[in-house]
């Protein structure tokens, strides 16, 4: 007879909402290594998924024989049972004081450098971000952002803060307050701004306000988001770009750790950051900020037509100034070369492709405008290290990311 497998309850914070991105996608990661690498039966807390409701509380743990918890709420009840049971549990958010957890989380300060390299690579001096400093992860993806501008020389603007737990803006009730002050606070600051949002709602948020304010996206005001929301992001015009957190490998590693604790190992170390997997470029983002108009207009006909044989004199026609004229308000605004700029569009395109699709090298070269895929491949590895099949696998994204936020 086969001994009974192991129960691992997996801890949605009784919400039957799926839709919820970071928890969803994580303890798909979860599933994903219980059915590579071990025998787990797994059970979710939640009362939408139990006709008897028989794990709703977590009171009868050691009746059900649970062997361990991945816990991804900060209930003080769940983690008060959790604790007092003994089980072997693995958190997906902060550890607390006290708590004899282990825990994996995404790398929050690498979740904001990330943000700002984003926005240093496309011009911008003005970098400001919006979230609620009452959550340690957004104080440390601020603290990433900042970092990481600051250092590029770019300024770095007082931070929004929101108000707790906001939900979606409305112009009424308690939202208002926070609705006129996000309002009031972006009129104010100086533009063209580079604007990262805590997450994809407040992203969302962001845009509504340029929309009253009759601001401009990406070209006065550029909105990056974060957990690649793909039903906010893609559902608005413009759509939003967005850091992705790369939650699956969370789950995955956090379902890791427990086995390794369940075997009697001993990890080295409580908490383990796992780092996002980069930026999902769409039109939120997608501009150069410079002043110059010229210069923006010509940057504007590039990116709308990459995927031509662009030439300097067709640019400079459709601009309206001559090439010479062109060529040397480029260099002043943007430190640059017209046919450097283009290069540098058609591989941050690549990269975004590669990302994102299973297009073939040949068509993406084709997309880009690289005239075939190893003249591609060679200016790839030239600035990246990478082969371009090598640089996708690390950093892949897998379509349809999930919808919601943590």
């Known amino acids: 007879m086969t001994d009974a497998a192991p129960v691992i309850v997996l801890d949605i914070a009784n919400n039957d909402r799926f839709a919820d991105v970071y928890r969803g996608r994580a303890f798909y990661g979860v599933i994903h290594y219980a059915r590579r690498h071990t025998r787990w039966r797994l059970m979710f807390h939640g009362d939408c998924l139990s006709l008897s409701s028989r794990i709703f509380s977590f009171d009868n743990l050691s009746e059900m024989g649970v062997a361990g918890i991945v816990l991804a709420t900060d209930n003080p009840a769940i983690t008060n049972a959790a604790i007092e049971s003994n089980t072997p549990t693995v958190k997906l958010l902060d550890l607390h004081p006290g708590e004899p957890f282990h825990a994996v989380v995404t790398d929050d300060v690498e979740v904001g ?19 609620h400093f009452g959550n340690a992860w957004d104080v440390r993806r601020f603290e990433g952002l900042k970092r990481a501008a600051e250092a590029a020389g770019a300024q770095v603007l007082e ?11 409305g112009w009424h009730g308690k939202d208002a307050v926070t609705a006129e002050r996000l309002l009031e606070w972006l009129d104010a600051v100086p533009k063209p ?27 006065d005001v550029a909105i990056l988001g974060v957990d690649n929301n793909t039903i906010i992001c ?38 383990r950051k796992v780092p996002p997997k ?68 058609r591989l941050r395109k690549a990269k975004d492709l590669l990302r994102r699709t299973e297009w073939p090298l040949d068509e993406v070269a084709e997309a880009c405008g690289f005239r075939r895929a190893s003249y591609l491949s060679g200016i790839f590895s030239q600035e990246t290290g990478l082969a371009p099949g090598a640089w996708r696998k690390l950093h892949r994204i897998e379509a349809g990311s999930g919808v919601g936020a943590r």
């Open 113 to 131: 450098r990330m943000g700002a390299q984003h926005f240093l690579e496309r011009g911008f001096r003005y970098v400001a971000y919006a979230g």
């Open 193 to 219: 701004l580079a604007l990262m949002a805590s997450d994809d709602r407040r992203a969302l948020h962001l845009l509504e306000a340029c929309e009253t304010l009759g601001l401009a996206v990406p070209t």
């Open 278 to 345: 980069g930026v999902v470029t769409r039109m939120s983002t997608e501009v150069t900020a410079v002043e110059d108009e010229a210069v923006q207009r010509a940057l504007a006909y590039i990116g709308e037509n990459l995927g031509t044989a662009l030439s300097v004199d067709d640019i400079a026609h459709a601009t309206g100034v001559s090439r010479r004229t062109l060529e040397q308000r480029f260099r002043h605004t943007v430190k640059d070369s017209i046919n450097n700029s283009i290069r540098k569009q």
């Open 234 to 271: 893609e559902s608005q015009l413009p759509t939003l770009s967005s850091v992705e957190p790369n939650p699956e490998a969370v789950g995955f590693q956090a379902a890791a750790l427990l086995h390794q604790v369940l075997e009697g190992k001993t990890p080295d170390r409580a908490i």
């Open 159 to 169: 931070p929004f803060d929101y108000d707790p737990a906001p939900r979606l803006l």
